[in-house]
């Protein structure tokens, strides 16, 4: 089974911005970045498949851009433009079904931070 360790969460300020990491052991079809807030359901945010193309929920786009370094083993998720609702803990994962529902992943990391701070 792929592993998958997250990093690069923190502590940030509205309006700013972070990038998280996440190492795999081997690429899976379809790699992803979700986050899941206190009381709230797990939320995906953006996939790619391994040829690029990406998808994303509506409330990030325009300010988050998911990448991968598949040379590095490593898949990325740049932040910008934070806002407080943002805040969450922020999990990757692996899967063969592309699209952002949590049933279709099923292989996780173990979650970094992410606090935005108005």
């Known amino acids: 089974q792929v592993q998958l360790v997250e990093s690069g969460g923190g502590s940030v300020q509205a309006g700013g911005s972070l990038r998280l990491s996440c190492s795999y052991s081997?690429?899976?079809?379809?790699m992803g970045w979700f986050r899941q807030a206190p009381g709230k359901e797990r939320e995906g945010v953006a996939v790619?498949?391994?040829?690029?193309?990406?998808l994303y929920v509506d409330s990030v786009k325009g300010r988050f851009t998911i990448s991968q370094d598949n040379a590095k083993n490593t898949l990325y998720l740049q932040m910008n433009s934070l806002k407080p609702e943002d805040t969450a803990m922020y999990y990757c994962?692996?899967?063969?079904?592309?699209?952002?529902?949590?049933?279709?992943?099923?292989?996780w990391g173990q979650g970094t931070q992410v606090t935005v701070s108005s």
């Open positions: 994962a692996a899967g063969r079904v592309f699209g952002l529902r949590a049933e279709y992943f099923g292989t």
């Open positions: 081997y690429r899976e079809y379809y």
């Open positions: 790619i498949r391994s040829a690029g193309s990406t």
